[in-house]
């Protein structure tokens, strides 16, 4: 008898339909023969309108504070998936995160779980076929504070929730039915791919493909957790992984060059402006931001002139407004001028072939020449390219260089 935790995404619950149709699934893994752990997201569009309420008080507000209104999206459907359950004979029981409990880091709206104690919840698995209903995206910290993981939380909480039932799958039920060259919604000759690497479906979901929170891909590779990604409306068609899975690289046979693009339009551009080229000023920029915890993306340094260079780089534009306070309070960089700009994204490419093909970044910016788009700043790594550009060219870009990669249908080299 295999052990899976099942995750439903905002849409698979957004409504009591919904969650019927979720509690059927569940239902099915369990007449399999499975022993099933179910994670929940909050219904859809809730969470916003919890963050929403929190910027409307104050867009500074306390973050302990924050945390406790927005994790209780989660705590309503865990409660109505136990219930949908138990209404078809199944024995459920809901469990938020300090009830397991879910322990987890400090740093409150983007914490890392820490530890999960699984032991009473695979006790009542085994003894009393007992379904264990998560509320996902929320954990606890040792100072018995609700926290919650970031957005895309709940993916992280079902993968956590696996390593630590050492269960051996985690699905993840979604409004697609797997994980595509691109954002299908954006491009609609996407391909669904049957499997990707853990590695490229890291850079993926780090560049802004949220079908996977990048945290819980992370986890996933570390903790050796296959993923499925499949969806909740759709029935599976004969196979054993309808989606796609998510798995280590030696199990996939096909290696392509680039497999996937992805954009972001969740970071704004900072620049500081004739800053002196001098030794000591990028610490006294990035030192206060990570003490802020808060995240740097993209950097890059232009050649001085006249002893005065330009700085600029990307920080999320949920941290914009705290990232520019920090930067305003900082004595070493009195009197220097700092811009943003918020409308921009970050369009990326990626895949594991990189790593032994030349002229990959080549036909990205060829790609995007062609179609008048400027590049405003370039980031690499070994299976991934990125640029930032004007926003307003998000869609543009990303179906051009889909299609300069030959994403669809038959496939040719860079
Ligand atoms: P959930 O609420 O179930 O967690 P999300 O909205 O977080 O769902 O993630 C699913 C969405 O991810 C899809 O609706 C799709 O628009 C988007 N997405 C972005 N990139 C991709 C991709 N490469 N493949 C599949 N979906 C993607
Ligand atoms: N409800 C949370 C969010 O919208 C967590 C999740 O859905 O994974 O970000
Ligand atoms: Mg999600």
């Not at 507000?61 to 209104?69: K, L």
């Not at 820490?114 to 929320?138: C, H, K, P, S, Y």
């Not at 943003?340 to 990326?348: R, Y």
């Amino acid at each position: 008898m295999a052990r899976i935790v099942v995750k439903f995404g905002g849409t698979s619950v957004a409504g009591i339909p919904q969650i019927e149709n979720a509690a059927a699934k569940v239902a099915a893994e369990i007449a399999r023969g499975h022993q099933v752990a179910v994670v929940v997201s909050a219904m859809s569009g809730v969470t916003n309108q919890l963050i929403e309420y929190c910027r409307e008080i104050s867009p500074l507000h306390d973050a302990r504070e924050y945390d406790a209104v927005v994790a209780s999206g989660e705590n309503v459907t865990s409660g109505l998936m136990a219930l949908a359950l138990q209404k078809r004979g199944i024995q459920a029981r809901s469990w938020q995160g300090w009830q397991i409990p879910i322990l987890c880091s400090d740093v409150h709206g983007k914490a890392r779980i820490l530890e999960i104690d699984g032991t009473e919840i695979a006790r009542r698995m085994d003894n009393d076929n007992e379904v264990a209903v998560i509320a996902g995206f929320q954990g606890v910290t040792s100072r018995q504070r609700v926290t919650t993981l970031g957005r895309g939380g709940s993916d992280t909480t079902a993968v956590a929730l696996a390593a630590a039932l050492q269960a051996e799958r985690c699905d993840i039920y979604t409004d697609v039915n797997g994980v595509y060259t691109a954002d299908p919604r954006i491009v609609q000759h996407a391909r669904k791919l049957k499997k990707i690497s853990y590695e490229e479906m890291y850079e993926l979901a780090s560049s802004g493909s949220k079908v996977l929170m990048t945290r819980s891909v992370e986890m996933a590779m570390k903790m050796n957790v296959p993923v499925q990604v499949l969806s909740t409306f759709e029935e599976p068609i004969g196979s054993d992984y309808p989606g796609t899975l998510v798995t280590r690289d030696e199990d996939i046979v096909e290696q392509e060059v680039v497999n996937g693009v992805a954009h972001s339009k969740d970071e704004a551009k900072v620049t500081l402006v004739k800053v002196p080229d001098i030794p000591g000023i990028a610490a006294g920029v990035f030192g206060p931001l990570a003490e802020a915890n808060i995240n740097v993306d993209m950097i890059v340094q232009n050649v001085s002139q006249d002893g005065k260079t330009d700085m600029t780089f990307t920080v999320s534009k949920a941290e914009l407004q705290r990232a520019m306070q920090v930067l305003k309070n900082e004595p070493r960089l009195a009197g220097i001028e700092i811009r943003f700009d918020e409308d921009v994204a970050k369009i990326s490419v990626v895949g594991i072939g990189m790593k032994s093909h030349a002229g990959v970044a080549q036909t990205m910016f060829t790609a995007l020449a062609e179609r008048g788009i400027n590049i405003q700043v370039i980031s690499t790594s070994e299976i991934k390219i990125s640029v930032l550009i004007a926003a307003e060219y998000t869609e543009l870009a990303v179906r051009a260089l889909h299609a300069a990669y030959g994403l669809e249908g038959d496939r040719k080299l860079a």
